[in-house]
């Protein structure tokens, strides 16, 4: 069975600093992968997703991710926060030939003046 | 424009008692899904539809009965509502297998 492992329930960071959410996975088979995020009292937006073309995936508002297959791994980065960028982070895992998803059980980052 | 709908957004209602929350999409998409979001727990999926008059349980469906006789509508039944049902329920729809999902607004759901 798959599953999806968010370190860290709570990502605290200041305006400025660096983003780094992370998303590891277990597969037996290549993956695709997803991040959304949730702002409050809002559905789920896509963020990004990978599906085994570039291992860099660049997505909106500035977020971007690593495919690292030896340490199945797909980190979510962000190189200077923003207060907007407050909300849940959600990473997802799929799988060809599947319809449904896997997500992880998130992360809220919070964001500091 | 309107893309996934959800209703109610809110509800209150009472152990025992029939629930139905309602989904539509408008882009004819083929694959439809319902989770449930609970603190700690993330989303989980309680039971997914690959197109109409075909629908599969998901992690979750106890307790839950779901139908599709058209392409762009997928109710999701609380047949006794219990109180371990409170939680907020999204509504998701992929044009394919493999697809980004798109997600509804949401409804809240309160069983006391």
């Known amino acids: 069975a798959q599953s999806v492992t968010q370190l860290g329930s709570h990502v605290s960071v200041s305006e400025g600093a660096l983003v780094l959410l992370r998303c590891n996975y277990s597969?037996?088979?290549?993956?695709?992968l997803f991040w959304y995020v949730q702002y409050p009292n809002q559905g789920l937006q896509l963020l990004l997703k990978?599906?085994?073309?570039?291992?860099l995936v660049k997505g909106i508002n500035g977020f971007e991710a690593e495919f690292k297959k030896s340490e199945t791994s797909f980190h979510l980065t962000k190189p200077s926060a923003h207060m907007s960028d407050a909300a849940e982070y959600f990473c997802a895992v799929g799988y060809s030939g599947y319809s449904t998803l896997t997500f992880g059980k998130g992360t809220m980052l919070l964001v500091s003046p | 424009d309107a893309g996934i709908t959800q209703s109610p957004r809110y509800k209150i209602t009472e152990t025992g008692r029939q629930v139905t929350l309602m989904c539509h999409q408008t882009w004819s998409h083929s694959y439809m899904f319902w989770y449930r979001q609970d603190l700690g727990h993330g989303l989980r999926l309680i039971y997914y539809?690959?197109?109409?008059?075909?629908?599969d349980k998901g992690e979750v469906p106890d307790g839950y009965v779901v139908s599709r006789s058209k392409t762009e509508n997928f109710p999701l039944t609380l047949e006794s509502a219990t109180r371990s049902q409170t939680s907020v329920y999204f509504c998701?729809?992929?044009?394919?297998?493999?697809?980004?999902?798109?997600f509804g607004p949401g409804t809240r759901l309160l069983v006391l």
């Open positions: 539809s690959a197109a109409a008059d075909i629908t």
């Open positions: 990978y599906t085994s073309a570039a291992t």
């Open positions: 998701a729809s992929t044009p394919g297998a493999e697809g980004t999902q798109y």
């Open positions: 597969s037996s088979v290549p993956p695709y």
